[in-house]
């Protein structure tokens, strides 16, 4: 049974659809209801089981309430990919706007680390889970105007380290995904002056996150990967 945060559409979506081909259930939330639903209808289309529910994972209620809703439904979480994610503004750091900044650093990390929390009431408790977290390029190195983008996902990446190191002992792993540019809304609002279709579909990028969910990555916790040109050793 697999979680995937802003599985709507974009890279969550293309995640939600290669579990659920594997023959996953899949759970899916992000805060627009009616392209959640729309998803769900894609999936279900291609014969997956998949639920979903609408949620804004900044605010730690509703990560509470979306947790008990997945519990409700499938009675466990397996694996969990903190997917969802926000642009905000590309400003410099001098004109950054606060309320962006306090906004961008819930959506992209304060999430990250809620949904953590409660699933891992779960994973700890039934001792098995998997936990895969999105990245950035500039998570790793920063670069002007990216702001509190750039400044969230350095804090994924350290977030990612903690929290493979706390639950080794209940044979959780956990790493961290930089997908690379992908074709996506997220990316077009980032780089309106590019040609989309230069850049790999959510689709092509999405076995890495089949390989760090399954069996076969069992001894890999507390790193991080490219899904760029990533391939099966
Ligand atoms: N695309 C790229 O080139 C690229 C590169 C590097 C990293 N990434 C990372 O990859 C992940 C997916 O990116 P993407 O390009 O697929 O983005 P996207 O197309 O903008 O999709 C983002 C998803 O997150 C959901 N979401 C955003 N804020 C949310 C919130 N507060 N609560 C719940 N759901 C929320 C969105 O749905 P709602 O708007 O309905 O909430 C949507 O489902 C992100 O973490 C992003 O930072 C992407």
């Known amino acids: 049974m697999a979680l995937i945060t802003g599985g709507s559409r974009g890279i969550g979506k293309a995640i939600a659809m290669a579990y659920a081909r594997e023959g996953a259930k899949v759970f899916i939330c992000a805060r627009k209801r009616g392209v959640l639903r729309k998803a769900a209808e894609e999936i279900r289309a291609a014969g997956g089981e998949v639920r979903w529910y609408a949620a804004d994972i900044s605010k730690a209620n509703a990560v509470r309430r979306l947790v008990r809703q997945v519990c409700r439904a499938y009675g466990t979480i397996h694996i969990l990919v903190n997917n969802a994610g926000t642009l905000g503004p590309r400003e410099p750091i001098i004109h950054y706007p606060v309320p962006a900044w306090e906004k961008v650093v819930k959506a992209n990390l304060t999430a990250v680390f809620l949904v953590t929390r409660e699933a891992l009431g779960v994973m700890a408790r039934q001792k098995e889970g998997v936990i895969i977290n999105l990245s950035s390029g500039v998570g790793r190195i920063g670069k002007a105007r990216w702001g509190a983008y750039a400044a969230a996902k350095f804090g994924v990446e350290g977030l990612t380290q903690v929290v493979a190191e706390e639950v080794k002992e209940w044979n959780i792993r956990v790493n961290a995904v930089n997908p690379g540019g992908t074709r996506t809304e997220m990316r077009a609002a980032a780089y309106p002056d590019e040609e989309p279709m230069t850049l790999p579909t959510p689709e092509e990028i999405a ?18 990967f490219d899904a760029r040109g990533w391939r099966k050793i």
């Open 207 to 224: 076995p890495i996150f089949v390989y760090l969910a399954s069996d076969e990555s069992r001894e890999i916790s507390g790193k991080s």
